[in-house]
């Protein structure tokens, strides 16, 4: 019997007993390792997945991690003042001994994962990745909490939900007080809520005299 796997971005024909080198794993010598990714299954009754056999496997075991053979790159380029580059490689690879090929039933095997250390399949990430966080759920709006016994002052000519906060964060809740205010409370007031003389434009004053008798 004989399997085709992938893994690293390439496929492989294995028999049980077979050495291999791989792209590297995320797994020390003497490990065993499963490679989920199995394209078909060969013998007496063949079986082709589509794109995987479902619940098929091979398990190996890892002899050693090692390094390919140095490969050269050699860069030359004309008209840049004979410019010349020269680089190494070695590729890194693991050295697996096959031991089993599973028909059914992988996924109780217990074995881990064979996970690329450099390219991973879908699949491995998939398995292999931790849960996402949960985000934490949005805090409801604060509700709009109204002072006891305080007036509208929205009545006011040019004031809104926000700049009644302000007033009352100042201490100002009725038309009476703003019905008393002299041009010092007044200076202080544009000072402070930045109003350039909004106040008298507007005629809060007067205006709050009115709305108190009412």
């Known amino acids: ?81 004979s410019s010349k580059r020269t680089k190494g490689h070695r590729q890194k690879l693991t050295l697996v001994k096959i031991t089993d090929i599973l028909s059914d039933g992988a996924e109780k095997s217990g074995v881990k994962a064979a996970i690329g250390a450099g390219s991973v399949s879908g699949a491995a990430v998939t398995a292999a990745a931790p849960a996402a966080p949960a985000k934490p759920a949005k805090a409801a709006p604060k509700a709009e909490v109204a002072v006891e016994g305080a007036d509208d002052l929205k009545k006011l000519s040019g004031v809104g939900p926000a700049l009644e906060k302000k007033l009352h964060a100042a201490g100002v809740t009725s038309f009476a007080q703003i019905a008393a205010w002299g041009e010092a409370e007044i200076a202080d007031f544009n000072e402070k809520l930045s109003f350039k003389g909004r106040i008298e434009r507007e005629g809060w004053v007067e205006q709050a005299k009115e709305l108190a008798k009412g």
């Open 1 to 81: 019997m004989f399997a085709v796997l992938k893994t690293g971005g390439k496929q492989y024909k294995v028999q049980s007993g077979d050495t291999l080198r791989v792209e590297k794993l995320a797994a020390d010598a003497g490990e065993k390792v499963q490679f989920n990714d199995i394209l078909m299954l060969g013998g007496d009754a063949p079986v082709v997945g589509a794109p995987f056999v479902a619940g098929a496997a091979v398990q190996a075991e890892v002899i050693d991690q090692i390094k390919g053979e140095k490969v050269i790159h050699f860069v030359k380029r004309r008209r840049k003042h």
